[in-house]
């Protein structure tokens, strides 16, 4: 069984979408003990005992959008949403190791995942927005 | 677009995963971190009946420099030896090349070992192997061997790994001090397989070395003057000939020649530049 029938069929989290189920569109990604990676090229069984983190996960509180998910809101880095949750945990794992990561990096990031709806440019902004906002509370806080 | 049946082995130790290939033949198949298996096995390309599964072997994780090589496990993850402190000081080729392995969402999962077990033609590990002269340690119950890189690979994925067989390691030669290294790619995207991929290595004496991935069944090396020596061109208009490349889907057999030849210079000339 790959880990994404796993989380959808087994566990029933739908967050995590399945699109071209051999490694390429990149829909599918979750992160395993932080890193991300593609839930389709994952057999379940390898997975076992390990820490999974799905899309579910992002919310800080039930019904709360992370400041990753507001800012995909605010600027339109989504239409469909079918690519939408790999991204955010793409993005979530790159800025958990490095918080400043640069545009260039988050592009590579974003590199792979295929998105058909918005173009990337709004994916781009949203995650440098989100990225600013955290430093922001984090400035805020101290 | 799911697996064909099959049944999965959790191998504790090396003992235990050559055991159960042994036991398996030709129908069983290592799994390491799955990244160019699992797309065979969802698009039922490759149907084993048995997987032996070897991330949970210690002893195969690891990253061991020794005398001026480098010994990388069967269970080294590409983001663990892209992330190891001392590849841009040992290996600056292979930290060069690292970031156009896939993406990091398979480099994440995907292995060293488990790329150049699956032998892509265009993929960058295989040509790194090949690049720096590296080896490859097989084993079975029965036996080990070691196989250079060009007798490792035998053409378009296709090794030299027998049945009941697997890689256990693969050493890199260190540099020599002073060795220039360049990398240079060409691909649709960056992370999708290389349409023509360089490989330079310009050691202090003066010799350098050009390697290419993406045209040929295996990548193909070759020894190269100076780039300002006048018989340079000549020399490398031959290579890129003997590659036999061939037209597909990505690009045509003269455009990727035509690379060989202007992105090969390039290549072997940032290299001896590089070079101190």
């Known amino acids: 069984m790959l880990l994404t029938d796993l989380i959808r069929h087994a566990v029933g989290a739908t967050g995590t979408h399945v699109g071209c189920e051999h490694g390429v569109c990149g829909a599918c990604t979750v992160q395993i003990d932080g890193e991300p990676v593609r839930a389709c090229l994952t057999l379940a069984a390898q997975a076992e005992k390990l820490d999974i983190r799905t899309v579910e996960g992002l919310e ?10 507001a800012a995909f809101r605010e600027h339109f880095a989504l239409q469909c949403g079918f690519c939408t949750a790999g991204i955010l945990m793409s993005l979530d794992a790159l800025f958990a190791r490095k918080p400043k990561a ?6 590579e990031q974003l590199s792979g995942h295929l998105c058909r709806c918005t173009g990337y440019a709004p994916i781009v902004k949203a995650a440098l927005a989100a990225q600013a906002h955290v430093r922001e509370e984090k400035t805020t806080d101290a | 677009m799911k697996p064909a049946p099959f049944d999965y082995v959790r191998a504790e130790t090396l003992d235990e995963a050559l055991g ?4 398996g033949g030709e129908e069983a198949r290592i799994i390491a971190g799955g990244q160019s298996l699992v797309p065979m096995l969802n698009m039922r390309l490759a149907r084993p009946s048995v997987l032996v599964d070897v ?3 210690d002893a195969l994780s690891k990253i061991e420099p020794k005398n001026g090589r480098v010994e990388i496990g069967a269970g080294v993850r590409q983001v663990a030896l892209e992330r190891w402190a001392a590849l841009a000081g040992t290996l600056p080729l292979v930290a060069a090349m690292m970031p156009w392995v896939g993406h990091a969402q398979t480099r994440s999962r995907g292995t060293v070992c488990g790329s150049l077990a699956h032998a892509d033609p265009s993929a960058e ?10 080896e490859v340690k097989l084993r079975s119950k029965r036996a080990k061997r070691t196989l250079p890189a060009n007798e490792f690979f035998l053409g378009m994925m296709a090794t030299a790994v027998a049945p ?4 256990e390691a693969i050493v890199l030669p260190a540099h020599p001090m002073g ?3 360049a990398f240079r790619e060409v691909a649709r995207r960056h992370g999708d397989y290389a349409i023509v ?3 330079a290595i310009a050691r202090p004496g003066g010799a350098t070395r050009l390697a290419i991935g993406g045209v040929a069944d295996v990548p193909q090396a070759v020894a190269l003057p100076d780039p300002s020596d006048p018989d340079f061109d000549d020399q490398l208009n031959e290579f890129a000939w003997s590659l036999n490349a061939r037209d597909d889907l990505h690009a045509s057999a003269r455009y990727r020649r035509d690379l060989v030849r202007t992105l090969g210079r390039r290549t072997v000339e940032e290299a001896v530049a590089c070079r101190s």
Not at chain 1, 102 to 107: A, K, L, V
Request: aromatic share 0%; with cysteine; proline share 9%.
């Open chain 2, 20 to 23: 159960a290939l042994a036991e």
């Open chain 2, 179 to 181: 060795t220039g290294t």
């Open chain 1, 60 to 69: 800080p509180r039930p019904g709360e959008l992370s400041p990753l998910q």
């Open chain 2, 125 to 134: 590990l295989p040509l790194a192997l090949l690049a720096l002269d590296g």
């Open chain 2, 164 to 167: 009941g067989e697997m890689i």
């Open chain 2, 55 to 57: 991330m949970r072997i």
């Open chain 1, 102 to 107: 640069s545009e260039r990096e988050i592009r």
């Open chain 2, 197 to 199: 991929a360089c490989a």
